[in-house]
């Protein structure tokens, strides 16, 4: 069984940075991407970023100010959000799409963790 542990929201202001980890443990061969998501009150739940095959893509919205980065070894992700608005509230949720033999290629969710931003 694959659990991801999400830290590291809270609330603060337009302009701060925050940063937010996600790691993976349980029993598997291969990380094939991680990613985060994002759902604002009121709104469908949106993808923020990916890193997947070396390469790291993101939305526009948050692209040149939010930075994602991994450590394999700890099979951990992280988003560094910079330069925060209030249109970046929203919980924040971690996908990681990992293989096992047992079961293929299969997308794990993290539970979310909410991000406030507001003077």
């Known amino acids: 069984q694959v659990q991801l542990v999400e830290s ?5 202001q337009p302009g701060g940075s925050l940063r937010l980890s996600c790691a993976a443990s349980g029993r598997f061969l291969r ?3 991680m990613a ?3 759902q604002a009150p009121g709104k469908q739940r949106e993808w923020v970023a990916t890193s997947s ?4 893509h993101y939305a526009d919205s948050v692209n040149g100010r939010f930075t994602l980065s991994r450590d394999n070894d700890k099979n951990t992700v992280y988003l560094q959000m910079n330069s925060l608005k209030a ?3 929203a ?10 033999p047992t079961y293929g290629s299969v997308d794990y969710w993290g539970r979310g ?3 406030t931003v507001s003077s």
């Open 8 to 12: 590291g929201g809270g609330l603060l």
């Open 31 to 33: 990380i094939n991407s």
């Open 36 to 38: 985060w998501h994002r």
């Open 53 to 56: 095959g070396g390469n790291t």
């Open 87 to 89: 249109e970046d509230t």
């Open 91 to 100: 919980v924040y949720y971690c996908d990681v799409n990992i293989w096992s």
């Open 113 to 115: 963790t909410l991000v």
